[in-house]
């Protein structure tokens, strides 16, 4: 988690093992895990309807500037899939 007063990252929880190691073994070697994830019902309060749809840009485009900052250090992104909302 993003903390803006102090402008650093902050630990909110810790994955179990066994589903750490699920998600690792999706990964190269020195390979880099960043979440990305999104309050639906906050933006919903705030905005209304509409407020599903801009979370849907809002991770589109920090998807986008992830992929951008990758690619301009020569990396690249991967997705993963299969890691569910129950799960974690």
């Known amino acids: 988690h993003y903390h803006s007063f102090h402008h650093s990252l902050q630990l909110l929880n810790e994955l179990p093992t066994e589903l750490w190691r ?3 073994a999706q990964l190269p070697t020195g390979s880099v895990l960043l979440a990305v994830s ?3 019902w906050r933006n919903v ?3 209304g309807e509409p407020g599903f749809r801009y979370v849907q840009q809002d991770i589109g485009h920090a ?3 992830i992929g951008y900052a990758a690619m301009t250090e020569g990396a690249c992104c991967t997705l993963l899939e299969g890691v569910s909302d129950r799960l974690l």
């Open 22 to 24: 699920e998600c690792t």
């Open 38 to 40: 999104a309050l639906y």
């Open 45 to 47: 309060w705030k905005y």
């Open 63 to 65: 998807l986008g500037a």
